[in-house]
């Protein structure tokens, strides 16, 4: 489902982003990428979103060469994945349940199935409660499940992650990170890049990707 091949991405300084990565995800694994600032983890799910282009080697997502993606396909393509940050990146004029439709509008999914596909992705992340309020009322944890319901509207094959428990406490860190596995035992293929290794070894089975310096140095399956 993501396949990387000897992928190295430069910016142009001296030295490399990324050098030579090479792994794949089957359909539904769910891996954990870690490593030091600067490693190259938001680097490598920037090359999967098609917000930076792969400089060598070659990425295919989902069946799709993105070394072959031609720039006025790359919105579509981009429909398959669903992405959380760190930063929720709610629109803090709109309410819970419109900044989760949002995808679903842009993509065209007809008037009458968006109010039911919201509710379900809500319903999921435990915040059926909230649709109708503005995410600033709503504590830190809450804001990042809502941002998790929009990243699964659209039922993406893939669910990238950058640091989604970065401004959460452990509690909130752990149920975010369940619901990731909820969405792996359901097929989705998910890739969370974190600093808390706490959770790495947290759930398993899992994969365990280790960037260091660019290179990918570790590459191993956490037992169940
Ligand atoms: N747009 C850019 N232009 C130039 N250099 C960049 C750019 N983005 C990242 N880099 C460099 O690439 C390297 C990898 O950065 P990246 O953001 O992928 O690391 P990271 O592992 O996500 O770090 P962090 O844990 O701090 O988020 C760093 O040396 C960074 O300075
Ligand atoms: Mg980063």
Known sequence: MIR????????????DALSAVTFHLEPGEIAFLTGHSGAGKSTLLKLILVMERATRGQLVIGGINLGKLPRRRIP??????????QENRLLADRSVADNVALPLVV??????????????ALDKVGLLWAERRLPEVLSGGEQQRVGIARAVVN????????????????????????????FSRH?????IATHDL????????????????????GDRVLAA
């Open 76 to 85: 579509h393509y981009r429909r398959g994945l669903g992405v959380v940050f």
């Open 187 to 191: 097929g989705v293929t998910v890739l």
């Open 107 to 120: 993509s065209g999914v007809p008037h009458r199935d968006v109010g039911r596909r919201v509710r379900a």
């Open 198 to 217: 706490r959770q790495v070894s947290r759930f398993r089975p899992c994969r365990h990707l280790v960037l260091e310096g660019g290179r990918l140095l």
């Open 4 to 15: 990387f091949s000897q992928v190295s991405k430069s910016y142009g300084g001296p030295k």
């Open 155 to 182: 039922k993406p094959a893939i669910l990238l992650a950058d640091e989604p428990t970065g401004n959460v406490d452990d509690a909130m860190a752990s149920q975010i990170m369940d619901l990731f596995h909820q």
